[in-house]
Structures are given as structure tokens and as C-alpha cells.
């Protein structure tokens, strides 16, 4: 599989990234351990997770994920040939989010622990902390490189501005700066990557991974009534997708998954995969048959054409 340098990092990642978002809230162990297998097994190396993932499931209080793909890599013997990628910041009790120096190498020895690794290839802020200077966060990221707990750093959900500031503060500094951004991005949710910031991205050579690469779902196609929501444990999530821009963006994806013989998954992520300044989208699986699906959209090439009319259809 042609994999694709991340940023100015010497990461090479598949065109997708798994999302671990789901391992401990809608796949249990087994179930994960299953999906990891397949995945790996098809060529693709790159799992995204957060510390904080699966929080907000009742009885769990995050790390769930982590420890899932810490056990998986342990047991699979297979820790050199996986890019682990995850965050740091979200409120894991603490009341806040938190990108302290003194919260981050605390917080990274635990992600390690649960990972069972001595280093984390991509540790991303997980969100702008308003109350922490940049010049403490990314401190602390080269005290962490220079221990060796961490490759890179990365941040998610900075806006152009606030991307610009951390990227002069590095440089002011001589500090490590942000190598990758991850943003939430996909056909109908467009605005707050396209333009500046995705601008800033290609100008400074940063690797972009996105998020809610299929619009919690909606992409998929199976959400196109208030009666589908049902359908799934995210099903009301979708529920502000459900206008008349969201049924041209369908309709496109129909039209286009027709002509290719294709799911509308696999069209709404290789759309992803063919913008330019975008390294992968990060998607996320449950069962053996969506992950078939992701791995297959790797592979799908979307033509001008198709290219053109999903463009118009979600404008």
C-alpha cells in the first residue's frame, strides 16, 4: 500500500487512520482485537486514540482505548510496525482541560503505561487550553522528546489564528513545533478546515489527519430520517445533519458509490483522501463488514468528475 509521509515527520502512515474512539464504549476488547487484526492485516499501520477515550461511557474513566491497543500490540508482538497516535488536555477529572507542563509528563506516563510502549509517535494537545501559555505546552513536548516519551508533537482543533501563534512561538522560542493538526473535516463539515487553515497547513508543511471524517456517521448513507436514528448509539448525534444540504451531499454520495460500485463510506472518505494538504482521514469500525468498507475506500479512486459534483453538492 503507497503509504504517505506525515507532515516533515519521518511517519509514513496508510491513506486512513483507525479511530480508537470506539475500543471500550461500542467494541469491547475482543470485539476491538478482532478490528485491529483486519485492519493490520490489510497494509494499514496508523491508530489514533485519546487519553480520555471512553470517558464519557458510565462505569469507565478513561484510558479504556489506550489499554486496548496497549494489550493488542503486546499480544501481537507487532509495537514497531504501528504508528500510536493520541491526545492529551481533555478533562480527565481534573475539571479542565489541562495543558500545563506539569498535567502533560504526568499525563504522558500514564498513556504510556496503558500503552505499553516507551514512546508515543504522534502526541497531540487535544484542545486549545486558553489558560496555559504556548511556550509552557510546547516546553514541556521537549522535555518529553528529549526523553524520548514522544516522536513528534501535533495539536487538535486550533483554529488558522491560533495555529499561527503556536507556530511563531516555536519559532521564536526554539521550541518544537506542532507537526500535525488534527481538525474535524469532512464533506458537509468544511468550513473550519478549508481556507486559512488549511492554507497555513500547506505553507508550513504540517501533516493533517481528520476527524468525524464521515460526520459521526452520517456519510454512511443510513441516517436520512429522524425515524434512522435509532439506529446506533450515536444515532441523535446525527440529527443536525438532517437538511436539505445534507440530502444533496447523499444524494451526491449515491450517485457517486453507483457509479463505482462502491458504499457511500468508502466515496465520503476517498473524497477526503484526494484534498490536497490532507494526509488521511481517521475513521472508526464496530463490526467486520465496516471495516471491510474503510479498508476498500483506500483504494477507491474518485474522478474529477466525482470529485467536482461531491464539491458543488456540499458547498
Not at 70 to 93: A, E, F
Not at 97 to 113: F, G, H, M, P, W
Not at 244 to 260: K, P, T, V
Not at 264 to 281: D, K, N, S, Y
Request: glycine share 8%.
Amino acid at each position: 500500500m503507497q503509504k504517505r509521509r506525515l507532515g516533515r515527520t519521518d511517519l509514513s502512515i496508510a491513506p486512513l487512520v483507525l479511530g480508537g474512539n470506539v475500543f471500550g464504549w461500542t467494541a469491547d476488547e475482543k470485539t476491538s482485537f478482532d478490528l485491529l487484526d483486519r485492519f493490520a492485516e490489510a497494509g494499514f499501520n496508523a491508530v489514533d486514540t485519546a487519553d480520555a477515550y471512553s470517558r464519557w461511557v458510565p462505569g469507565n474513566k478513561g484510558g479504556e482505548s489506550e489499554t486496548i491497543i496497549g494489550n493488542w500490540m503486546k499480544s501481537r508482538g507487532n509495537r514497531d510496525k504501528i504508528v500510536v497516535i493520541t491526545k492529551v488536555g481533555s478533562d480527565m477529572g481534573q475539571g479542565r482541560r489541562n495543558l500545563s507542563a506539569t498535567y502533560i509528563e504526568k499525563a504522558v506516563d500514564a498513556s504510556l503505561k496503558r500503552l505499553q510502549t516507551d514512546v508515543i509517535d504522534l502526541y497531540l494537545s487535544h484542545w486549545p487550553d486558553p489558560a496555559t501559555p504556548y511556550e509552557e505546552t510546547l516546553g514541556a513536548y521537549q522535555r518529553l522528546l528529549e526523553k524520548g516519551k514522544i516522536r513528534y508533537p501535533g495539536c487538535s482543533n486550533l483554529d488558522a489564528g491560533q495555529l499561527r501563534a503556536a507556530l511563531d512561538v516555536a519559532s521564536l522560542r526554539s521550541l518544537p513545533r506542532y507537526e500535525v493538526l488534527q481538525p474535524e473535516y469532512n464533506l458537509y463539515d468544511r468550513s473550519s478546515l478549508d481556507g486559512p487553515l488549511l492554507d497555513l497547513c500547506k505553507a508550513e508543511g504540517l501533516g493533517v489527519i481528520t476527524y468525524f471524517s464521515l460526520a459521526k456517521g452520517f456519510l454512511s448513507g443510513k441516517y436520512r430520517s429522524k425515524s434512522d436514528l435509532g439506529q446506533s448509539e450515536r444515532g441523535e448525534d446525527v440529527a443536525e445533519y438532517l437538511n436539505e444540504r445534507g440530502m444533496r451531499i447523499l444524494s451526491a454520495l449515491d450517485a457517486a458509490a453507483g457509479r463505482h460500485s462502491a458504499k457511500q463510506t468508502e466515496v465520503a472518505l476517498a473524497w477526503i483522501m484526494a484534498r490536497p494538504g490532507v494526509t488521511a482521514p481517521i475513521a472508526s469500525a464496530t463490526t467486520p463488514a465496516q471495516m471491510d468498507s474503510l479498508i476498500r475506500a483506500a483504494s477507491l479512486k474518485l474522478s474529477a468528475d466525482d470529485i467536482g459534483a461531491l464539491d458543488r453538492a456540499s458547498a
